[in-house]
């Protein structure tokens, strides 16, 4: 079974600057996520997908964050524009589907550095 | 105040060491509890899941629940040098259960 696929691995921007990751997620995956997780810290949630709908978006800066899943697929995350706290990695998971007993499966993410 | 604390490490240890590693969460509304392992640059793996109170083993893991208490364990005998990694706690809720808060994680060394 094939994993979690993110890319890009590593991108280096300016403040101010746009920037977009993607994510295709585990065959079949209903439920998709995309974390923060900031040096030190724990992952936190930003977004979730149910097929191609937002379940929970309440802890996403939507004056700057915006995320899509094509298709019920594949998902891009958008940062814009970036600010220096955004440095951070953005991991992607998928699940089978939202309930309670189906785990998490991440990818390896995507180390944004803002300068 | 968060509603998963980890303890913070780092922590280390020799070899064949048992590590016991610790979370507290304060809602209440948290009713499954799993322990991930993220080896550094990867993404976080899922090691041990647990729902009720009381103990879950898996070879040299062991999950423990105190839904009282609001406490979460998790211990790790024979302990090897590739158990060098940060575990992170998670705890999901019954209302939109696909939804994982995480602790800050504990880093791990197991030293030869």
């Known amino acids: 079974e094939a994993g979690v696929a993110q890319s890009p691995r590593y991108k280096i921007i300016e403040k101010r600057q746009s920037v977009a990751f993607w994510c295709n997620p585990i065959s079949g995956h209903a439920t998709l996520y995309w974390y923060q997780q900031i040096l030190g810290q724990g992952p936190k949630l930003l977004i979730q997908?149910?097929?191609?709908?937002?379940?929970?978006d309440s802890q996403l800066p939507k004056d700057r964050f915006s995320a899509e899943r094509l298709k019920g697929v594949d998902s891009t995350l958008k940062i814009q524009p970036a600010k220096l706290e955004d440095s951070a990695v953005y991991l992607c998971a998928s699940s089978l589907d939202s309930q309670y007993n189906s785990p998490l499966h991440f990818g390896n993410g995507t180390r944004l550095t803002v300068t | 105040q968060k509603e998963v604390e980890q303890d913070p490490g780092p922590l280390s240890v020799p070899e064949g060491a048992i590590v016991s590693l610790n979370c507290t969460y304060s809602n209440s509304a948290f009713q499954y509890f799993m322990w991930y392992r993220q080896y550094s640059r990867k993404g976080p793996e899922l090691l041990m899941y647990?729902?009720?109170?009381g103990n879950k083993e898996d070879g040299r893991f062991t999950a423990q629940v105190d839904k009282s208490s609001k406490y979460i364990s998790l211990f790790i005998r024979d302990s090897q040098p590739s158990d060098s990694a940060t575990y992170l706690c998670a705890s999901r809720g019954s209302t939109n259960a696909g939804k994982s808060t995480f602790g800050d994680g504990t880093t791990l060394t197991v030293k030869p």
């Open positions: 997908f149910q097929n191609n709908g937002v379940v929970d």
């Open positions: 647990t729902y009720s109170s």
